[in-house]
């Protein structure tokens, strides 16, 4: 027990372990996996995305020339492993240092940038 004394006065004097996030910033680490985000205006529907993913969190749906190519992005399959955004050639994906927020649906996104159901994909 008396080798406990230390700890526990250290933890009395000392700084809280915790921060107060409402009024403090939260400041991530260098590196941090974050937020995915396809940039369509850069991507050239090439499907690398869909072929390097190791959840299968990126689908593409049509060839590259169809105008009506999509792809659909799950975030509840993607495990933040950022080869997608490493691998894209035309570096259209980009993975952000912050987390991201609840999810309630997946995302799919396609030429003209209008959203998709469930029900009108292939």
Not at 34 to 48: E, K, P, S, T
Not at 99 to 121: C, M, N, Q, V, W
Request: glycine share 4%.
């Amino acid at each position: 027990m008396p080798w406990m004394l230390r700890n526990i006065f250290r933890n009395i004097l000392g700084l809280p372990a915790t921060r107060k996030y409402p009024f403090e910033p939260v400041h991530y680490h260098h590196g941090v996996r974050g937020r995915l985000q396809i940039d369509l205006a850069r991507c050239v529907f090439c499907g690398m995305c869909e072929l390097i993913c190791p959840a299968k969190a990126i689908t593409k749906y049509g060839s590259k020339k169809d105008p009506d190519v999509t792809i659909h992005y799950n975030p509840f399959a993607c495990i933040y492993c950022a080869r997608c955004a490493e691998m894209c050639p035309s570096c259209a994906i980009y993975v952000h240092e912050q987390h991201t927020l609840p999810a309630d649906r997946k995302i799919t996104y396609g030429r003209e940038d209008i959203p998709f159901s469930e029900d009108e994909l292939p």
